[in-house]
């Protein structure tokens, strides 16, 4: 049940739809014409006058104008690339990817040649590459071997309306070397008007403003607050499919679990439909979508049939899906918090601000009239939708932006050139824990260990796990599960009609409760045994393209392990070592069993449970360290293995104390506010 409550603003355009391209002989022309249809062309001149006569320049221009494919190529044309490198940096990886891949194309160039993109663990490039897309957390990586950027002539700060981490910090940096450095250009580009902040913040910057073209959008809530947004936005795309005109459909849903979830009953339910019914084909995106299936979406749709693209908050603004009419937004994404009380992070999902509702609205009026069916009521979208969604530099952790800036030689980070500085509490949790990891010293200088783990581009907490094999001669194995983890949750493989089997399947690799940790290692080496066979893991229901990426991430890990100078050293049969190791980087992550079965963390008190997928799950440690916490029922540690108490000690006696770790049943009601249950 939907009501229409508004139209969107549309400035309609009258030479609005791209003409075709009949007489182009070649795909590259046929391109290059396309390239002429993009709202940006008839600025280029302008534009690139623009970015002659001013360092620094904030654009702002429509998701879809040609923003990201259209200025490095503008710049490249015009010379730039002569004097460096164009760098693009862009939130998300799956977005550096394909843009490049869509103007090595439009270049008639192969990827990685003049056009590259860089991310983490995939470095697509070359001598030649002149036009570099990447993640901006590559180029704050990049900063450590290239302090002021010497090699580019010009960085585009793209999507900086997305306010990632990274990006937030990049602004400081690059507004920092363009003051020296005055022939290195400056673009910041954004997709939503907001414009005015960033110019304030590079000292009043000219903003070019690139007019879109976009058409009304009719927005329709739902009459009630649905109970099942998924269940909610199956329907809905089923019904637009069987009623509405053609046109293709763009659906948000929080993560690639939801996303196979839709995929699979939507195909389910359309089977039944009938041969009267067009088809309609299901596309998913989302940020491990292997690449080959990425460029699907970009696909045109067959005459007669209808798309339907299920992806994340990727489709807001980085990456535009053309001829999408119609648009399903359940009102939700995925978005990480942090507690600098508990120094707990979470990836929770939440409702989206009022900002991104009418970005994803907008989705569907780019090239036509559209519609956009919000699964939510009016009220609630004016009531509890908060206007911006809070910058990443305010919810998150930062011990890895604190370990990169000192690495920097940046120390006085509270007078760092922060847009919008970090709460302050965060700032000192993030100082602590690097402490912690002996990663800084009690001045807040980097250390030895803090300079080789600043070398590894992980969290501080692999960083220090792989820093601390050196001393348990076991780097061989560390690499490996860090490797492994890295990879995050996609090693096991467990289809619907065959969970039975693969569970047997997984069990063979955790026998004797070795812990999760072990049994990823397990995995590893087998498929090295087997000479990386992917027969193999099919017989052992594990993702070959995830163990392949896994070989990929630990031959780099290798790579560092020798710039670090730390020796590669086998121990296999030392369980304990290996255990260790991974203590040293994770001692915050303890946590002790309680009468009640449940676990609670050591320091910080919080009641947390073993996550079912744990081949420790029946097992029940006493005293285990999780990788990490994920909240779904329940809070859950995932990836957990068993630890011996005095290790703590042992291992961080500035951060436990023998009474933290003391196993009688005596002990004390936990430090804090008690706010975790009590269940002893
Ligand atoms: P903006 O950055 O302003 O949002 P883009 O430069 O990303 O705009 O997009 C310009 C055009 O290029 C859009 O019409 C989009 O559909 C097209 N495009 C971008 N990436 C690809 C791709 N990988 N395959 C096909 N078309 C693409
Ligand atoms: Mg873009």
Same mark, same amino acid.
């Given at each position: 049940?939907?009501?229409?409550?508004?139209?969107?603003?549309?400035?309609?355009?009258?030479?609005?739809?791209?003409?075709?391209?009949?007489?182009?002989?070649?795909?590259?022309?046929?391109?290059?014409?396309?390239?002429?249809?993009?709202?940006?062309?008839?600025?280029?001149?302008?534009?690139?006058?623009?970015?002659?006569?001013?360092?620094?320049?904030?654009?702002?221009?429509?998701?879809?104008?040609?923003?990201?494919?259209?200025?490095? &190529?503008?710049?490249?044309?015009?010379?730039?690339?002569?004097?460096?490198?164009?760098?693009?940096?862009?939130?998300?990886?799956?977005?550096?990817?394909?843009?490049?891949?869509?103007?090595?194309?439009?270049?008639?160039?192969?990827?990685?040649?003049?056009?590259?993109?860089?991310?983490?663990?995939?470095?697509?490039?070359?001598?030649?590459?002149?036009?570099?897309?990447?993640?901006?957390?590559?180029?704050?990586?990049?900063?450590?071997?290239?302090?002021?950027?010497?090699?580019?002539?010009?960085?585009?700060?793209?999507?900086?309306?997305?306010?990632?981490?990274?990006?937030?910090?990049?602004?400081?940096?690059?507004?920092?070397?363009?003051?020296?450095?005055? $022939?290195?250009?400056?673009?910041?580009?954004?997709?939503?008007?907001?414009?005015?902040?960033?110019?304030?913040?590079?000292?009043?910057?000219?903003?070019?403003?690139?007019?879109?073209?976009?058409?009304?959008?009719?927005?329709?809530?739902?009459?009630?607050?649905?109970? $099942?947004?998924?269940?909610?936005?199956?329907?809905?795309?089923?019904?637009?499919?069987?009623?509405?005109?053609?046109?293709?459909?763009?659906?948000?849903?929080?993560? &690639?679990?939801?996303?196979?979830?839709?995929?699979?009953?939507?195909?389910?339910?359309?089977?039944?439909?009938?041969?009267?019914?067009?088809?309609?084909?299901?596309?998913?995106?989302?940020?491990?979508?292997?690449?080959?299936?990425?460029?699907?979406?970009?696909?045109?749709?067959?005459?007669?049939?209808?798309?339907?693209?299920?992806?994340?908050?990727?489709?807001?603004?980085?990456?535009?899906?053309?001829?999408?009419?119609?648009?399903?937004?359940?009102?939700?994404?995925?978005?990480?918090?942090?507690?600098?009380?508990?120094?707990?992070?979470?990836?929770?999902?939440?409702?989206?601000?009022?900002?991104?509702?009418?970005?994803?609205?907008?989705?569907?009026?780019?090239?036509?009239?559209?519609?956009?069916?919000?699964?939510?009521?009016?009220?609630?979208?004016?009531?509890?939708?908060?206007?911006?969604?809070?910058?990443?530099?305010?919810?998150?952790?930062?011990?890895?932006?604190?370990?990169? +800036?000192?690495?920097?030689?940046?120390?006085?980070?509270?007078?760092?050139?922060?847009?919008?500085?970090?709460?302050?509490?965060?700032?000192?949790?993030?100082?602590?824990? @690097?402490?912690?990891?002996?990663?800084?010293?009690?001045?807040?200088?980097?250390?030895?260990?803090?300079?080789?783990?600043?070398?590894?581009?992980?969290?501080?907490?692999?960083?220090?796990?792989?820093?601390?094999?050196?001393?348990?001669?076991?780097?061989?194995?560390?690499?490996?599960?860090?490797?492994?983890?890295?990879?995050?949750?996609?090693?096991?493989?467990?289809?619907?009609?065959?969970?039975?089997?693969?569970?047997?399947?997984?069990?063979?690799?955790?026998?004797?409760?070795?812990?999760?940790?072990?049994?990823?290692?397990?995995?590893?080496?087998?498929?090295?045994?087997?000479?990386?066979?992917?027969?193999?893991?099919?017989?052992?229901?594990?993702?070959?393209?995830?163990?392949?990426?896994?070989?990929?991430?630990?031959?780099? +890990?290798?790579? @560092?392990?020798?710039?670090?100078?730390?020796?590669?050293?086998?121990?296999?049969?030392?369980?304990?070592?290996?255990?260790?190791?991974?203590?040293?980087?994770?001692?915050?992550?303890?946590?002790?069993?309680?009468?009640?079965?449940?676990?609670?963390?050591?320091?910080?008190?919080?009641?947390?449970?073993?996550?079912?997928?744990?081949?420790?799950?029946?097992?029940?440690?006493?005293?285990?360290?999780?990788?990490?916490?994920?909240?779904?029922?329940?809070?859950?540690?995932?990836?957990?293995?068993?630890?011996?108490?005095?290790?703590?000690?042992?291992?961080?006696?500035?951060?436990?104390?023998?009474? $933290?770790?003391?196993?009688?049943?005596?002990?004390?009601?936990?430090?804090?506010?008690?706010?975790?249950?009590?269940?002893?």
């Amino acid at each position: 049940d939907f009501i229409k409550e508004s139209v969107m603003d549309g400035i309609q355009d009258e030479d609005a739809m791209p003409p075709e391209s009949p007489g182009a002989s070649s795909a590259k022309s046929m391109l290059q014409d396309e390239r002429k249809t993009l709202p940006i062309y008839p600025y280029r001149e302008e534009l690139l006058q623009a970015i002659n006569d001013h360092q620094v320049i904030v654009i702002v221009g429509e998701t879809g104008s040609g923003k990201t494919t259209q200025i490095p &190529q503008y710049l490249h044309e015009a010379g730039y690339t002569k004097r460096g490198k164009v760098g693009c940096t862009q939130p998300r990886r799956v977005a550096a990817m394909s843009v490049s891949a869509r103007v090595a194309q439009e270049m008639g160039v192969k990827l990685g040649h003049e056009v590259g993109y860089s991310i983490r663990f995939e470095d697509c490039t070359s001598e030649k590459t002149v036009l570099k897309y990447m993640t901006d957390g590559m180029l704050l990586r990049e900063f450590l071997g290239e302090p002021d950027l010497a090699s580019y002539s010009v960085v585009m700060v793209d999507e900086a309306h997305e306010r990632t981490l990274s990006t937030d910090i990049l602004f400081g940096l690059v507004k920092d070397i363009a003051r020296f450095r005055k $022939d290195l250009k400056l673009l910041i580009s954004s997709a939503t008007l907001d414009a005015e902040k960033f110019s304030d913040y590079f000292d009043s910057a000219p903003i070019f403003k690139i007019p879109g073209r976009r058409y009304p959008v009719d927005i329709h809530f739902t009459t009630a607050p649905e109970a $099942d947004y998924i269940d909610a936005a199956i329907v809905t795309v089923l019904q637009i499919h069987v009623i509405q005109p053609p046109g293709d459909i763009l659906v948000f849903l929080t993560g &690639q679990e939801e996303i196979e979830t839709v995929d699979e009953i939507l195909k389910h339910r359309t089977r039944g439909l009938g041969t009267k019914i067009a088809e309609l084909i299901i596309c998913p995106i989302y940020a491990n979508l292997p690449t080959e299936l990425q460029a699907k979406i970009f696909e045109p749709t067959p005459e007669g049939a209808r798309k339907v693209v299920l992806a994340t908050n990727i489709a807001e603004t980085s990456l535009t899906i053309d001829g999408i009419k119609y648009v399903v937004d359940p009102g939700f994404c995925k978005i990480k918090s942090y507690n600098p009380r508990t120094g707990m992070e979470s990836l929770l999902v939440n409702p989206i601000s009022k900002a991104s509702a009418m970005q994803r609205a907008g989705r569907s009026g780019r090239t036509g009239p559209g519609k956009c069916f919000r699964l939510y009521t009016a009220y609630n979208y004016h009531h509890d939708l908060e206007d911006n969604t809070v910058p990443e530099i305010q919810r998150t952790n930062l011990a890895n932006v604190v370990l990169t +800036l000192k690495s920097l030689g940046i120390h006085d980070l509270v007078n760092f050139d922060f847009m919008d500085p970090p709460p302050s509490e965060a700032l000192l949790k993030a100082l602590e824990q @690097l402490f912690a990891l002996s990663a800084l010293n009690s001045r807040g200088e980097l250390t030895k260990v803090g300079r080789r783990m600043a070398e590894f581009p992980l969290d501080p907490m692999l960083s220090k796990m792989i820093v601390a094999s050196e001393k348990y001669k076991c780097s061989e194995e560390v690499i490996s599960i860090a490797a492994m983890l890295s990879v995050g949750n996609s090693i096991f493989y467990r289809p619907k009609d065959k969970q039975v089997h693969a569970d047997n399947a997984r069990k063979n690799f955790h026998s004797g409760f070795v812990g999760d940790h072990i049994a990823l290692l397990n995995v590893y080496n087998c498929w090295k045994e087997t000479d990386f066979s992917t027969q193999w893991c099919y017989e052992n229901y594990i993702q070959v393209r995830s163990m392949k990426r896994a070989r990929d991430i630990r031959d780099q +890990l290798e790579g @560092l392990l020798e710039r670090v100078e730390i020796e590669p050293t086998s121990n296999p049969g030392d369980l304990d070592a290996i255990k260790k190791a991974i203590t040293s980087g994770f001692f915050h992550h303890s946590a002790k069993l309680q009468k009640s079965g449940a676990y609670r963390t050591v320091k910080n008190p919080q009641t947390v449970h073993i996550h079912p997928s744990s081949g420790l799950a029946e097992y029940h440690p006493r005293w285990v360290i999780y990788h990490e916490l994920v909240l779904t029922t329940k809070e859950y540690m995932r990836q957990v293995i068993e630890l011996k108490p005095d290790w703590l000690v042992e291992i961080a006696p500035h951060y436990y104390q023998l009474k $933290d770790v003391e196993d009688s049943g005596t002990k004390k009601l936990p430090r804090g506010e008690g706010r975790a249950e009590m269940t002893q």
